[in-house]
């Protein structure tokens, strides 16, 4: 990158970037690769590959934004988009449905960068700056773009783990609910760990990584944590699974398997 974006600090690992080398991207930094490379090697010593966790949750948001665009939703908001890669979720849905409306939102300004530029040509599809911590005003962007009169599916990957309050999910989860009509969808991704996980100190060494982060920590969540989000939604079969369950049959992505860990995918309906 010749030029950083303003408020750009290079010293300063981001998720964002963290996840794109993760995926084998190059737009990240020394401090960036630094950082993941680190938890790489603690998550290997608890036996876990970060890169299939990430790969884990890329496929599963290439399958529900699928499987939405085929079961006719053509409004998507997706919240935490991070840096660009292969299958973006306009790329996904207007595979589907050329007319397809996309509401990107993330607080990341090389993310921003990257993303207005791929966009440049795409009418149907915006990026705005917005911090899920501030869920009102994150819709009241998507409004100019969105018509939530008519369904939209509000897709959050990989992102709530670095809340570490829950009251506060559970609120954010509350804002982005309320403006959603029937046949609406809420789309999840949320790290985890098996439970008895006996590599104490190299989970808390992963922690201690994040929070030298722009996250400023990670936090789990496990599968009734999740299910309590979306109490009140009729739930998707096969239900709150790891990533790389969720109606796998067409995975682009190859998958051995984690042992102690990784993300689990949950898709609701608003009935």
Same mark, same amino acid.
């Given at each position: 990158?010749?030029?950083?974006?303003?408020?750009?600090?290079?010293?300063?690992?981001?998720?964002?970037?963290?996840?794109?080398?993760?995926?084998?991207?190059?737009?990240?930094?020394?401090?960036?690769? $630094?950082?993941?490379?680190?938890?790489?090697?603690?998550?290997?010593?608890?036996?876990?590959?970060?890169?299939?966790?990430?790969?884990?949750?890329?496929?599963?948001?290439?399958?529900?934004?699928?499987?939405?665009?085929?079961?006719?939703?053509?409004?998507?908001?997706?919240?935490?988009?991070?840096?660009?890669?292969?299958?973006?979720?306009?790329?996904?849905?207007?595979?589907?449905?050329?007319?397809?409306?996309?509401?990107?939102?993330?607080?990341?300004?090389?993310?921003?960068?990257?993303?207005?530029?791929?966009?440049?040509?795409?009418? $149907?599809?915006?990026?705005?700056?917005?911090?899920?911590?501030?869920?009102?005003?994150?819709?009241?962007?998507? $409004?100019?773009?969105?018509?939530?009169?008519?369904?939209?599916?509000?897709?959050?990957?990989?992102?709530?783990?670095?809340?570490?309050?829950?009251?506060?999910v559970a609120k954010i989860v509350a804002a982005l609910r309320q403006p959603l009509?029937?046949?609406?969808?809420?789309?999840?991704?949320?790290?985890?760990?098996?439970?008895?996980?006996?590599?104490?100190?190299?989970?808390?060494?992963?922690?201690?990584?994040?929070?030298?982060?722009?996250?400023?920590?990670?936090?789990?969540?496990?599968?009734?944590?999740?299910?309590?989000?979306?109490?009140?939604?009729?739930?998707?079969?096969?239900?709150?699974?790891?990533?790389?369950?969720?109606?796998?049959?067409?995975?682009?992505?190859?998958?051995?398997?984690?042992?102690?860990?990784?993300?689990?995918?949950?898709?609701?309906?608003?009935?």
């Open positions: 990158m010749a030029q950083l974006p303003g408020q750009i600090d290079p010293n300063v690992p981001s998720v964002a970037r963290m996840y794109d080398y993760y995926l084998g991207g190059k737009d990240n930094f020394p401090a960036d690769r $630094e950082a993941a490379e680190q938890v790489i090697e603690l998550a290997r010593q608890t036996g876990s590959d970060i890169r299939e966790v990430a790969l884990a949750n890329r496929g599963f948001l290439i399958r529900s934004v699928r499987h939405l665009a085929q079961s006719g939703i053509r409004q998507f908001l997706d919240i935490g988009t991070g840096l660009p890669t292969q299958d973006n979720v306009h790329q996904v849905a207007q595979r589907v449905a050329a007319d397809s409306k996309i509401v990107y939102v993330d607080n990341d300004p090389i993310v921003l960068a990257h993303a207005r530029a791929l966009l440049a040509d795409n009418a $149907e599809t915006i990026i705005v700056q917005g911090d899920l911590a501030e869920p009102d005003a994150i819709l009241a962007a998507a $409004e100019e773009h969105l018509d939530f009169s008519r369904p939209v599916a509000v897709v959050v990957a990989a992102v709530f783990h670095f809340f570490h309050d829950d009251d506060q009509v029937s046949g609406s969808y809420l789309v999840v991704s949320h790290g985890y760990i098996e439970p008895g996980e006996s590599e104490a100190s190299k989970v808390d060494g992963v922690r201690g990584v994040y929070q030298r982060s722009t996250s400023g920590g990670l936090a789990w969540r496990g599968r009734e944590d999740l299910l309590a989000l979306f109490e009140g939604l009729e739930i998707l079969p096969p239900g709150v699974v790891p990533a790389q369950k969720w109606r796998n049959n067409d995975d682009p992505y190859p998958w051995p398997g984690l042992v102690k860990g990784g993300v689990l995918g949950v898709v609701g309906r608003v009935p």
